[in-house]
């Protein structure tokens, strides 16, 4: 079983940043791919970033590739998302996931525990 809580989320204006943490607890995730998704009201779930259980791997979205960074420290068992020149279309509930192997992927259904979420609003 594996436990993760996210936090760092917030109400912010459009250009400034934010950074999400996900603390991870019930097992290691060193060795194991990690994920942000998010959703908006009336919309599904969204593929955002996904991490290596190394670190040396990463994929993002295009809507957020040049303004995300997904970062993880095995040491702290915790991903982080750094988000920067955030836009209005980003605020959703950002939730981070816990992949039962290495590589990273975009679909939600291959990730096996997820966080209760963090709520991100921008407005204009």
């Known amino acids: 079983q594996v436990q993760l809580v996210e936090s760092g989320g917030g109400l912010v204006q459009a250009g400034d940043s934010l950074r999400l943490s996900c603390l991870a607890s019930?097992?290691?995730?060193?060795?194991?791919?990690m994920g942000w998704f998010r959703q908006a009201p009336g919309k599904e779930r969204e593929f955002v970033t996904a991490i290596s259980g190394s670190g040396g791997m990463t994929l993002y979205a295009d809507s957020v590739k040049g303004r995300f960074t997904m970062s993880r420290d095995n040491a702290e068992n915790s991903v982080y998302l750094q988000m920067n020149s955030l836009k209005p279309e980003d605020t959703a509930v950002y939730y981070c996931?816990?992949?039962?192997?290495?590589?990273?992927?975009?679909?939600?259904?291959?990730?096996?525990?997820w966080g209760q979420g963090t709520q991100v609003t921008v407005s204009k």
């Open positions: 019930g097992r290691t995730v060193s060795n194991y791919a």
């Open positions: 996931a816990w992949l039962p192997y290495n590589i990273p992927v975009r679909t939600p259904t291959s990730y096996d525990y």
